[in-house]
């Protein structure tokens, strides 16, 4: 049965991706926490269903994960309309998120890039556009990272070249990133740039 290879599949590069990706995952967290204690902000972006988990993953963190707690400055550069019209029809569509990161994006930032093929144009530019800026840079990738890969501080790639498996693994690390986020802020205190009154703290746990 079809339902049942792709499941196990699914199983196997879901703990391949584990074993080999969980300590660079846990170092990718601690990289946002640091931005969002400073005050900073994680912009994330991709295209088709990599746009899609962007947003799912910055709403889980203006809003929350598992925690009630302080709204993290997290945006998603997949859904404004007007900019990404305007910037694909005055500029070039490869142009879309470079432009928003130069905008958006400041030193101390963080550009969380997704791309299944790792070589998107258009994910690629805004990448370097961040590195130039000074932003930490997070890539989730396919296999071996693509383009993308020289412009990442942390590159999490999926041990695959098969679209949708990737786009799984990848939701999953997103909530694993987010998870890991909430559990390292939430310890009633405060953060610079959040909630006056609310206090952060650092563990330097593993997602391994």
């Not at 846990?26 to 269903?49: H, P």
């Not at 302080?70 to 998603?76: D, E, F, H, K, T």
Request: net charge positive; proline share 3%; glycine share 12%.
């Amino acid at each position: 049965m079809k339902a049942r290879l792709v499941m196990k599949e699914w199983a196997r590069l879901g703990a391949d991706f584990a074993a080999r990706r969980g300590e660079i995952l846990g170092r990718a967290a601690e990289a946002c926490v640091r931005s969002l204690e400073a005050g900073g902000t994680i912009l994330a972006f991709g295209n088709g269903g990599s746009a899609a988990e962007a947003q799912h993953f910055t709403a889980e963190l203006v809003n929350k994960f598992f925690k009630k707690r302080p709204a993290l400055r997290a945006i998603s550069l997949a859904t404004d309309v007007s900019a990404l019209t305007s910037i694909g029809n005055d500029v070039s569509f490869r142009a879309v998120f470079s432009r928003q990161v130069e905008a958006l994006g400041k030193a101390g930032d963080v550009a969380l890039a997704l791309s299944t093929s790792g070589s998107s144009p258009n994910v690629v530019a805004a990448l370097r556009q961040a590195k130039k800026m000074g932003l930490v840079t997070i890539g989730l990738t396919g296999r071996g990272g693509g383009a993308m890969a020289p412009f990442c501080d942390y590159l999490i790639d999926v041990p695959s070249s098969v679209t949708p498996r990737i786009q799984e693994v990848h939701l999953a690390a997103l909530h694993l990133l987010a998870e890991e986020i909430e559990s390292r802020l939430l310890d009633g205190g405060r953060g610079p740039g959040l909630c006056p009154g609310v206090h952060f703290r650092r563990e330097g746990s593993s997602l391994d």
